[in-house]
C-alpha cells in the first residue's frame, strides 16, 4: 500500500481517525451503561441493512445500515430499558439473524464473491473513501460535540446512576433513547472503515481502555477519542506495513491498547494490592 | 394550608404484577413534617416512596406534592425532591468524583446548553461541608465506605436544596457510629431545609424517635387500628421490625 498517492492515503487516514473518535465516544456510553451487547447487536443489524443496499442496487447502504441500525435500537432498546431481556438473549436471538440476513443480502449482491466490493460490508475497506465521505464523518463528530454541549449533563448524571437522574428531574428515558439512536447514526456513518464485524471494537475497545484508567467520567470523554485516533493511526501505520486489511488492522491496535491498559492500569494495581492485602 | 404531600386512594403494582403493591393509601404530610413508614419487608414501602416520587406510576388515584400532580410535572417537581434509593452503592470503579456527584444533583435546574455556574458550585461546596465530606471532594465515589456514600447522596439533597426528603433505608447495614452519624444528619437537614421527609427505616433509633408521625404499612395498606400500630411501634423499638 505504500504505493498508493497521498489523494487516497489521506482521506482513508482521516476516515479511520474520525470514525474511531466517534465510535469511542459513543463507546464511552455503551460500556459505562452496560449495553455492551445492545450495541453488538445494533452494529450488526447496520451491516445486514448495508448489505441490503449492496444487493439492491436502487438502496443505498449507509441509509439502509443506519435504518437497520435505528429499528435494531427501537426494538432491542425498550426490551432492555426496562431489563425484561438479559443480555446473552439479546445476543443470541439478533446476532444469528443479522449475520445471516447480512450474508444472504451479500450473496445476492450483483458482485459477490471473495475479494468483491460488497465483502467490503464484512471486513471493511476505506481506501475508496471519499473527501466528501470524510466530511460527513467529520459532521457527525461535529453533531457529537454539539449534543454533548447541550445535553452533557443530562448524560452524565444518567452515566452515574439512571435512577438516581430521574429522581432528581432529569429526562432520563429520553436521554437513554438518545443515545441509541445516537449510536445508530454513528454505527451507520463508520460502518465502512472497519467492517460489519469489527466496529463494535472500535466501540467498546477505546472506551474500556479509557476506563481503566480514570477515575472522572469528563476525562473518559476526552481519552476515549485520543485512544481511538492513536488506535486508528497505529492501525492505519499496520496496515501499511504489512498490506492488511485496514479494518482489521485498526482493531488489532486497539486490543493491543487495551491489553497493555489491562496489565499495566492503575486501577487495576490498585485491586491486586486491595486482594494482596486482604490474603 | 396546602399539604406538601397527599395521597388519593393510591394503587400501585410493579409491570406484570397482578396483586398490586399499594391498595388505596390515602395520607397527607404537612410542610416540614417527618414522617416514619415502618412495616415487615414486602409492605410496600420503597413502593411508597417511589409513587411520590413519580417514579412508579400509579394504576388509580393521585398524588400531588405542593398541590400539583407528579403525573403532570413529575420532572420540574423532582427538581426540589432529594431521594435516597434503599442499597444503592457504587463500586470502585464507578468513574465519577464526589464533587461532581454532589454538584450534579443541580443539573435538572440548568437548561439546555448551560453548565453548572461558580455559585452552583459554592452551593455544592457548602453542601459537602454541612455534610463533612469536603475532604473527599476530588475522591473517586466507589473508593469511599457505604457510610460516607451515604453522606455523599445526603450532600446532594441539600445542594438540589430540596424541600421534600424521601429516605430508604438510610441507615440500613451501617456499622452504629454511621448509623447515628447519618441519622444526625438526616435530621440537621430536615432542619435546616425546613423539608418535608419520609424515611423508610427497620432501625430503632434517632429517626423514629423524632418521627412526627409514623405510618405503619401491612400489605399495601395503612394499618387501620391502632393495635397494628401499637404492636409494630413495640416491634420498632425492639428493632424487629424486618421480621414481622
Known amino acids: ?279 | 394550608m396546602e399539604p406538601a404531600v397527599r395521597l388519593a386512594d393510591v394503587h400501585a403494582a410493579y409491570e406484570g404484577e397482578r396483586r398490586g403493591t399499594l391498595h388505596g393509601i390515602d395520607f397527607a404530610a404537612s410542610r416540614g413534617e417527618l414522617v416514619a413508614v415502618v412495616g415487615p419487608n414486602g409492605a410496600g414501602k420503597t413502593t411508597l416512596l417511589e409513587v411520590i416520587n413519580g417514579l412508579l406510576p400509579v394504576n388509580r388515584g393521585v398524588v400531588s406534592v405542593w398541590g400539583q400532580s407528579m403525573s403532570v410535572a413529575a420532572h420540574r417537581l423532582r427538581r426540589r425532591i432529594g431521594y435516597m434509593p434503599q442499597d444503592l452503592f457504587f463500586p470502585a470503579s464507578t468513574p465519577f468524583l464526589v464533587a461532581d456527584v454532589v454538584l450534579m444533583a443541580q443539573f435538572a435546574e440548568r437548561g439546555v446548553f448551560r453548565w453548572p455556574t461558580r455559585a452552583d458550585r459554592a452551593r455544592a461546596r457548602e453542601a459537602m461541608l454541612t455534610m463533612g465530606i469536603s475532604e473527599f471532594a476530588r475522591r473517586p465515589i466507589g473508593r469511599l465506605s457505604g457510610g460516607q456514600q451515604r453522606k455523599v447522596l445526603l450532600a446532594r439533597t441539600v445542594s438540589q436544596r430540596a424541600a421534600l426528603l424521601l429516605l430508604d433505608e438510610p441507615t440500613a447495614n451501617l456499622d452504629p457510629t454511621s448509623r447515628k452519624e447519618i441519622s444526625d444528619s438526616i435530621l440537621e437537614i430536615r432542619d435546616s431545609l425546613g423539608a418535608t421527609t419520609f424515611v423508610v427505616s427497620h432501625d430503632a433509633g434517632r429517626l423514629l424517635d423524632a418521627a412526627d408521625r409514623t405510618i405503619v404499612l401491612v400489605d399495601g395498606r395503612i394499618a387501620p387500628s391502632n393495635q397494628d400500630q401499637a404492636s409494630v411501634a413495640f416491634s420498632v423499638s425492639a428493632g424487629s421490625i424486618g421480621d414481622l
Open chain 1, 1 to 279: 500500500m505504500f504505493g498508493l498517492p497521498w489523494t487516497i492515503l489521506l482521506p482513508t487516514l482521516l476516515g479511520s481517525v474520525l470514525a474511531a473518535m466517534n465510535c469511542s465516544v459513543i463507546g464511552v456510553f455503551i460500556v459505562r451503561m452496560n449495553l455492551s451487547s445492545l450495541g453488538f447487536a445494533m452494529s450488526h443489524a447496520a451491516f445486514a441493512g448495508a448489505a441490503l443496499g449492496v444487493a439492491v442496487a436502487v438502496l443505498d447502504p449507509v441509509w439502509m445500515a443506519l435504518l437497520f441500525a435505528t429499528l435494531a435500537a427501537a426494538f432491542l432498546g425498550p426490551l432492555a430499558d426496562a431489563s425484561r431481556l438479559n443480555t446473552d438473549s439479546i445476543i443470541g436471538a439478533v446476532f444469528p439473524l443479522t449475520m445471516a440476513l447480512g450474508l444472504v443480502f451479500l450473496n445476492k449482491a450483483p458482485s459477490a464473491g471473495i475479494g468483491s466490493g460488497a465483502l467490503s460490508l464484512l471486513w471493511g475497506s476505506v481506501l475508496g473513501i471519499t473527501m466528501q465521505q470524510v466530511w460527513t464523518l467529520a459532521s457527525v463528530t461535529l453533531g457529537l460535540l454539539v449534543l454533548l454541549a447541550a445535553f452533557g449533563k443530562g448524560f452524565l448524571a444518567l452515566l452515574l446512576d439512571r435512577k438516581l437522574a430521574l429522581a432528581t428531574g432529569i429526562p432520563a428515558r429520553g436521554h437513554f433513547y438518545a443515545v441509541l439512536f445516537v449510536s445508530a447514526i454513528v454505527v451507520s456513518i463508520s460502518l465502512r472503515i472497519t467492517g460489519g464485524l469489527l466496529i463494535y471494537a472500535l466501540m467498546v475497545l477505546p472506551a474500556s481502555t479509557a476506563l481503566q484508567w480514570v477515575y472522572d467520567i469528563k476525562k473518559a470523554f476526552l481519552l476515549a477519542p485520543a485512544l481511538g485516533m492513536i488506535g486508528a493511526v497505529l492501525g492505519f501505520v499496520l496496515s501499511l506495513v504489512a498490506d492488511l486489511p485496514i479494518g482489521s488492522s485498526i482493531a488489532l491496535a486497539a486490543c493491543i491498547l487495551f491489553l497493555l491498559s489491562l496489565a499495566v492500569s492503575p486501577k487495576r494495581r490498585r485491586r491486586a494490592f486491595a486482594k494482596a492485602a486482604e490474603e
